[in-house]
């Protein structure tokens, strides 16, 4: 079984226009297991959602220590828009990583520049949707929320 560490690191829109890229790798290849190294408030818009096995959480804080205590268990490292020094504090963690150095494609959308990541693994099915996770539990509380403050 391959396991892959997405790394998208900033901000809560990019881990989203990451989620088509995600889904398409689970589909491509059912069996594998999904890291995601994001920000806190990345996860926040996708914690529980099933087609990731684990996240890797931090904040800016503690970036540089959670970077260290990644272990070289991986069989690739797909960086979204990765930037140098993300690159080179990941390094240690898989023998092969996908990713421009510059992060993007050109005259593309952010979207279907991480597509490419996958479609350069084998994947040739459509784009699949972005995705936001919403905890039942959290979208009762957004419901208990609205209905109080109307």
């Known amino acids: 079984m391959k396991h892959y560490l997405f790394t998208r690191p900033w901000g809560i829109g990019n881990m989203l226009l990451a989620t088509p890229a995600i889904k398409a790798l689970?589909?491509?290849?059912?069996?594998c297991k999904i890291?995601?190294?994001?920000?806190?408030r990345g996860y926040e818009v996708l914690r529980g959602w099933d087609v990731v096995d684990n996240f890797i959480v931090f904040n800016e804080n503690n970036m540089r220590r959670v970077m260290q205590l990644l272990r070289?268990?991986?069989?690739?490292?797909?960086h979204?828009?990765?930037?140098?020094?993300?690159m080179s504090l990941t390094h240690h963690a898989a023998t092969k990583a996908l990713g421009s150095t510059t992060g993007r494609v050109t005259d593309?959308?952010?979207v279907e520049a991480n597509m490419y990541?996958?479609?350069?693994?084998?994947y040739n099915g459509p784009t699949p949707p972005l995705t936001i996770f919403i905890n039942p539990c959290d979208h009762k509380a957004e419901i208990l929320f609205y209905n109080q403050n109307s």
């Open 35 to 40: 890291s995601v190294l994001c920000e806190d």
């Open 26 to 31: 689970r589909l491509h290849d059912p069996y």
């Open 80 to 86: 979204c828009q990765p930037s140098h020094g993300l």
């Open 108 to 110: 593309c959308h952010e």
């Open 72 to 78: 070289p268990e991986y069989d690739m490292i797909i």
């Open 117 to 122: 990541l996958v479609r350069h693994l084998g």
